[in-house]
Structure formats: C-alpha cells, structure tokens
C-alpha cells in the first residue's frame, strides 16, 4: 500500500492570549521583600519624638537652672550705676524699673525696662546696659525745659516744640512763659511748628549772651504772634518790645545802644511800646502820647 504525501504545510500551534472579566483586576503580586516596613518606620518615629521632648525637657530644665542660678544676679544696688540724673532721684529710677538685688540678668529684658522709665514725664531716653556677669549701667537723658507754655494751664516745653508736663508745687519755674499759642498748636507728634519754635530757640540764646538790662533772665513773657512775630516783656519794664519774625541780633544790639539815651530821658518809665521791627531805627510809644523815633 502505497502513501501519497500531503499537500498541506504544518503548522504551529497559536497561543490563545488570556482574557479576563472586566471585573476581575489583574494584580501582580509583590515579593515579600518589597513589602514597607510599616513598624520599624513607626518605631523610629516614635523614638524620634520622645527623644527630641526628652531633649526639649532637659533643655528647659537646664534654662531654668540658669535663671535661678547666682552667679548672675545682682547682689546690691551698688552694682546698678545710674548716669544722667540731674532732678529725679536714683530710688524713683529704680523703683520705676523695678530693679534691685536677685535681679538676675539672664532673665533681665532691657527694652521693658526702658520703656517703662521713658514713660515718665521727665525722661526723654533711658537706656540699659548689661555688664556681666553681676552689674548694670542706666542712662537717663532727662528733659530739658526750655520755657513755660500757657496753654489753660502752664506746660513745660522743650527745644522741639513738645509739651511734655503741667508745672506742678515743687517743680521749678524760673522760666519765661511764650503765650499767644493755643493748646492745639503742640499737639501734633512733632510739636509746635518747627519754624516758629526755631525763631523762639534762636532769641532765647542771644538773650543768654544779652547783657543786662534786657536779658534771658528779666524776660518773663515772650508773647507769640503767628503773623507780626515776637514780642518781649520784661520784669522792671512796663514796655513790650516789638522784634518781629527775624534779624534778633541786629535788633537787640540797636536796643542796647538806645537803651543809655531812653534812661537818661525818662523815657522808660513812661514807655508803652518799644517797635524794633524797622529797619535802623526804633520807634517809642509812650503812654498817652504818639510814637517817637
């Protein structure tokens, strides 16, 4: 029996690829050496964090142990130098600052401290050092009055304008008084308007240097108009005299070269106005009569 060969080509087998429900998801699972180490990192953390509280309870701890520490405390008043003073005592300054022994300076804070000694009147600046490891240096720059303002009532005022205290019993009072003001006009941050606390400043420096009989010292009123200028009043002189808005030294040495001739006329006595406010010459009003130059 005879076989025919076959025409038809094997062929390979087709490797039927795998279908899934579209229910079912197709998870690949991991090694178990890719698997987080969910409790060792939990354990660390946990040990992280009582060990930086055990470190924040030491350190804190260890600051309190500073604080109450002696060796930087202050053992007497003695050891507080205070600068400065010229009206206020040192027990007001300290009792202010609250400052005294077993002050520790570790626990000192300076700026409080400064700022509750420049809230008094008399204190422009306080300033507070600390000299380790058992001592402290204050600083205070008092201020300085440079006239009386009458404003309702009398008000010290400094070189800046600044109404800073009502003149109370006890307190000195030995200085001119600028009226003519109103209240309002010190009551900006800054004072009285710079220009005219200027031109104030400037003549009460030349009367300083001003021999008498016309000085800083017989001046009782500096009278201020916004619009004419300044005029003097004197004690032992009945006459205000007119000076105007500038030129005070000028118009100063012509008074104090007139001032011989009005004497020795009996001018004085009778004066009621002495007007400086003009170029090279003076002009008189007495009383009851008209000007003379």
Not at 228 to 245: E, H, M, P, Y
Request: aromatic share 8%; net charge positive.
């Amino acid at each position: 029996m005879t076989w025919k060969s076959s025409k038809l080509k094997p062929q390979r087998p087709v490797k039927k690829e795998m279908r899934f429900s579209p229910s079912r998801k197709n998870y690949r699972r991991r090694p178990k050496t890719e698997r987080p180490r969910f409790w060792r990192w939990a354990a660390f953390f946990t040990l992280g964090c009582l060990g930086l509280a055990g470190l924040g309870l030491g350190l804190a701890l260890l600051y309190y142990q500073v604080l109450t520490c002696g060796a930087f405390c202050i053992k007497d008043t003695k050891n507080i130098e205070i600068t400065g003073l010229k009206r206020l005592q040192p027990e007001l300054i300290l009792q202010l600052a609250k400052l005294g022994p077993d002050i520790n300076l570790l626990a000192l804070k300076p700026h409080p401290v400064e700022h509750a000694l420049e809230t008094h009147p008399w204190i422009a600046r306080a300033t507070l050092t600390r000299k380790w490891p058992q001592s402290l240096h204050l600083h205070i720059q008092e201020r300085e009055p440079v006239a009386l303002v009458q404003a309702g009532e009398l008000y010290y005022v400094d070189h800046r304008g600044q109404l800073f205290k009502p003149l109370s019993p006890g307190d000195p009072h030995d200085f001119p008084i600028i009226t003519g003001l109103p209240r309002e006009f010190f009551s900006s941050a800054e004072g009285a308007l710079p220009e005219t606390m200027e031109r104030i400043s400037t003549l009460m420096d030349l009367l300083k240097k001003t021999p008498a009989p016309l000085n800083l010292e017989s001046v009782s009123e500096i009278h201020v108009d916004l619009e004419r200028g300044i005029t003097l009043f004197a004690n032992g002189l009945g006459a205000g005299v007119d000076l105007g808005r500038d030129r005070y030294q000028e118009k100063l040495q012509r008074l104090a070269q007139a001032w011989p001739v009005l004497t020795q006329k009996g001018y004085l006595p009778k004066a009621a106005r002495i007007n400086l406010d003009y170029p090279q010459k003076l002009l008189l009003t007495l009383k009851g009569t008209e000007e003379i130059e």
